[in-house]
C-alpha cells in the first residue's frame, strides 16, 4: 500500500522558517521524482519544487527559488522542503508527490502518488 505523510507544518511569522517532511512507503521510493507543490483556499494547485531520485536535477518556482530547498534520504524514504523568509503568499496545504518516469513534471496531474497534504499558515 503506498502512503505519503506530510508533516512539519503549522503556524509561522512572516520571515520565519519551516522544515517539511514527507515519510514514503510502499513503492520504490529511490526511483521515484518527489515533488512539493500547495494548493490555497479556491486557487489550483501550484507547483513548488521537485527533484530526480538520484538528486541531480531540481526545480523551483520562480515564487520559491531562493528560499526555499528540495532534498531527499533515500536511505530514509523521505523527502523535505525547508521554507525560508516565510511570506503570507506562502499560506496553503502543503502536498507531497511521487512520479515513477524519470523526469520532473510540474503539473500536478503527472504525479502518481499523493500525500493527505499539512497546513502551512504564515502570519503578517
Known amino acids: 500500500q503506498v502512503q505519503l505523510v506530510e508533516s512539519g507544518g503549522g503556524l509561522v511569522q512572516a520571515g520565519g522558517s519551516l522544515r517539511l517532511s514527507c515519510a514514503a512507503s510502499g513503492f520504490a521510493f529511490g526511483t521515484y521524482t518527489m515533488g512539493w507543490f500547495r494548493q490555497a483556499p479556491g486557487m489550483e494547485r501550484e507547483f513548488v519544487a521537485a527533484?530526480?531520485?538520484?538528486?541531480?536535477?531540481?526545480y523551483y518556482s520562480d515564487s520559491v527559488e531562493g528560499r526555499f530547498t528540495i532534498s531527499r534520504e533515500n536511505a530514509k524514504n523521505t523527502v523535505y522542503l525547508q521554507m525560508n523568509s516565510l511570506r503570507p503568499e506562502d499560506t496553503a496545504v502543503y502536498y507531497c508527490?511521487?512520479?515513477?518516469?524519470?523526469?520532473?513534471?510540474?503539473?500536478?496531474?503527472?504525479?502518481?502518488?499523493w500525500g493527505q497534504g499539512t497546513q502551512v499558515t504564515v502570519s503578517t
Open positions: 527533484q530526480t531520485w538520484s538528486g541531480r536535477r531540481i
Open positions: 508527490a511521487a512520479e515513477g518516469r524519470p523526469v520532473v513534471p510540474r503539473t500536478w496531474l503527472e504525479y502518481d502518488y
